[in-house]
C-alpha cells in the first residue's frame, strides 16, 4: 500500500504543468493581440498627415514634426495668394513709364517721317511719300492730305531744312492734329451718386480686360469701385471680371444664369453701388458687332436703363488699334448709339499703327482718353499727347 501517494503526487506535479503551459499559451495570445490591435493604430497616427488641433493657432510644432510643418505651409501657400487683394501702384506717371515701350513700336514712322522732310529738295514726289507714310500709319487719307498741305506750306515760308527745325514743325504739326480736347476721366462721385462708366466696343477689343485694369488703376488712386458684369452672353465674361475684382478688392454684381437680361444687371450694379457709397461703378456690356441692329439697339437699352437710377458720366469705346480703318467703322455705329465720351485703344504696341489716334478722333471729335500699352495688369494709361508724339518721333 505505500505506493500511492507517489503516484497523487505525481499527478499533481502533472497538473501544475498542464496549468502552467495554459497560463503561458494565455499569456502568448494576450500579447499577440496587444501587439496586432494596438500597435497599427499607433502606426497610422503618427503618418497620417494632419495640421494643428482644432481651435489651437499660433502653436509651434515640435522639432520632430517641422518638415511635416513646413511642407503643409508649403502647399497652402499657392492657395492663401489667389485670395490675396493687392495694392496696386497709383495711375500717376504710368505713361512716363511705358513711354519706352510705346517709342519701340512706333519709332520706324517717326524715323521715315523725318528723313523725308530733312531731304536737301523737298519736290512733289517727297511730298507724296510723306501723304503715303502717314496713310500707311492709319491717320486715315484726308487727316494725311492735311498735315502734308500745312507742313508744305510752313517749310516754304520758312525755308526749313535743319533737323531740329523739321522735327519741331513735324511736332507741332502731329499735336495739332491731336487737338487740346478734354481727356479728363469722370470718375468721382457727384450729387450723393457714384459716377457710371459703360465700357462698349465689338468683340476681342479687350472690354473686360479694360474695365479690370480700369478698376485697378482707380483702386489705385484711392478710390472705390463696384464692378457690373452686364455681359451675360459669353459665359467666361463674368468669371474673368469678377477675378478681376477679387485680385483689388472690388465686389462685382452678375447674374446668376448666362443669358440674363443686361439692361437689369446693369441696373443693378448701380442700384448696389449707389448703397455702399462706391465712388464709380463700372459696366462690362457684351461685345456686339457694329452691323447687328438688334444687339446694338440692346447697347441703346442699357444706357437708358442705367440712367433711369444714375446718369451715365462716360461711355467710353474700346478699339484695338491693330484694326485700322476698319476700327473706325465700328466707331460711327456706336457713336451714333450711345453717344461715346472717350476712346481706349488697346494693343497700341508692337505692331500698332499710332495714326489711328489722329483718325479717330478727327471722325468722331471725341478724345482718346485710355491707352492699353501690352498685357500686364497696370499697361492702361491716360493718353498724353506730348508723350505720344514724342514716343512717335523717337
Not at 1 to 21: D, K, N, S
Not at 82 to 105: F, K, N, T
Not at 263 to 273: H, I, K, L, R, T
Amino acid at each position: 500500500m505505500a505506493p500511492a501517494p507517489r503516484r497523487v503526487c505525481q499527478t499533481v506535479t502533472l497538473m501544475e504543468y498542464v496549468i502552467l503551459i495554459v497560463v503561458l499559451a494565455v499569456l502568448a495570445l494576450g500579447g499577440g493581440g496587444w501587439l496586432l490591435f494596438v500597435r497599427p493604430r499607433r502606426a497610422r497616427a503618427v503618418t497620417a498627415p494632419s495640421g494643428p488641433p482644432a481651435g489651437v493657432s499660433g502653436t509651434a510644432p515640435a522639432s520632430g514634426s517641422a518638415d511635416a510643418s513646413d511642407q503643409a505651409t508649403g502647399s497652402a501657400a499657392p492657395a492663401a495668394a489667389v485670395l490675396e487683394v493687392e495694392r496696386p501702384p497709383p495711375s500717376a506717371g504710368r505713361m512716363v513709364r511705358l513711354r519706352a515701350r510705346l517709342a519701340r513700336s512706333q519709332t520706324s514712322v517717326g524715323t521715315a517721317l523725318l528723313n523725308l522732310l530733312s531731304r536737301d529738295r523737298l519736290d512733289d514726289e517727297t511730298w507724296d511719300e510723306i501723304e503715303e507714310v502717314l496713310i500707311t500709319a492709319d491717320v486715315g487719307v484726308a487727316p494725311a492730305r492735311a498735315m502734308v498741305d500745312d507742313l508744305r506750306t510752313k517749310v516754304k515760308v520758312l525755308g526749313t531744312r535743319g533737323a531740329s527745325e523739321v522735327r519741331g514743325l513735324l511736332r507741332a504739326e502731329l499735336l495739332t492734329q491731336l487737338g487740346d480736347e478734354d481727356r479728363t476721366l469722370h470718375t468721382m462721385p457727384h450729387g450723393g451718386l457714384p459716377a457710371v462708366i459703360l465700357m462698349v466696343g465689338v468683340n476681342g477689343t479687350g472690354k473686360t480686360t479694360t474695365c479690370g485694369k480700369l478698376a485697378r488703376a482707380l483702386i489705385g488712386d484711392g478710390e472705390t469701385v463696384l464692378l457690373g458684369a452686364a455681359d451675360t452672353f459669353r459665359a467666361a465674361a463674368a468669371d474673368q471680371l469678377q477675378t478681376w475684382g477679387e485680385r483689388v478688392g472690388a465686389k462685382t454684381v452678375r447674374a446668376d444664369r448666362d443669358g440674363a437680361d443686361p439692361a437689369s444687371v446693369a441696373f443693378e450694379a448701380v442700384s448696389e453701388g449707389i448703397e455702399s457709397g462706391v465712388d464709380a461703378v463700372i459696366i462690362d456690356t457684351a461685345g456686339r458687332l457694329h452691323t447687328k441692329v438688334g444687339l446694338m439697339d440692346e447697347l441703346g437699352k442699357v444706357k437708358r436703363v442705367v440712367e433711369k437710377k444714375a446718369p451715365v458720366d462716360e461711355v467710353l469705346l474700346v478699339l484695338d488699334a491693330t484694326t485700322g480703318q476698319n476700327g473706325l467703322r465700328q466707331a460711327r455705329v456706336f457713336a451714333e448709339v450711345v453717344n461715346i465720351t472717350g476712346i481706349v485703344l488697346t494693343k497700341l504696341d508692337g505692331t500698332a499703327k499710332g495714326g489711328i489716334v489722329i483718325a479717330v478722333q478727327r471722325e468722331l471729335g471725341v478724345p482718346v482718353k485710355l491707352v492699353g500699352l501690352g498685357e500686364g495688369p497696370d499697361d492702361l494709361a491716360p493718353f498724353d499727347p506730348d508723350a505720344f508724339v514724342d514716343a512717335i518721333l523717337g
